[in-house]
């Protein structure tokens, strides 16, 4: 293994711990996702004397944490992005040392594909909530008035009856 890939996986650990210290502030009911996001950074440095296993594991734990970033943005695992794209550089970083054709294709292409697993699940039955619908009562003529005859509509109660007919709800 190159220092250059060292290097760059041992960067790839540096701002994997910050942006860990930064969501242990920021939310520490979330601390034991950011923990083993960065942890898993980690993995790679510990192949230091098998080069291609090196490379090999830079680029699926470096694939691997973008697809968990994309899964968990909305909890703050967007933050390992920059973590990941440097576990990817340091997979390619030494000319001589560098992983499969098959699994440079294959880590990102099962990546994308849990990806969209996750995003393009049909929802679960079991957790359907109920959807409760309101009249709207806000508009509603409370009777006739006064001065008007009954039995016959007023243009604005006519344009109401029609708006709410419409689903404008106005």
């Not at 697809?67 to 990941?84: K, Q, Y």
Request: overall charge positive; some cysteine; aromatic content about 8%.
């Amino acid at each position: 293994m190159s220092a250059r890939q060292w290097g760059w996986a041992l960067a790839a650990v540096v701002a994997a711990a910050l942006v860990t210290a930064f969501g242990l502030v920021m939310g520490p009911y979330l601390a034991g996702l950011f923990i083993i996001s960065a942890a898993a950074v980690a993995v790679p440095l510990m192949m230091r004397n098998q080069p291609k296993s090196f490379a090999r594991a830079c680029l699926l734990v470096g694939v691997g944490l973008l697809a968990w970033a994309m899964i968990g943005a909305v909890i703050g695992m967007f933050l390992f992005i920059p973590a990941a794209l440097l576990l990817l550089v340091a997979a390619f970083a030494a000319a001589g040392n560098r992983p499969g054709a098959w699994l440079t294709l294959a880590a990102p292409i099962a990546a994308a594909a849990v990806v969209a697993a996750f995003y393009l699940q049909p929802p679960d039955p079991d957790q359907r909530t109920a959807t409760v619908v309101q009249r709207d009562t806000r508009h509603r003529h409370p009777g006739p008035r006064p001065g008007l005859r009954p039995g016959l509509p007023s243009a604005q109660g006519t344009a109401a009856r029609l708006r709410r007919h419409a689903g404008l709800g106005l």
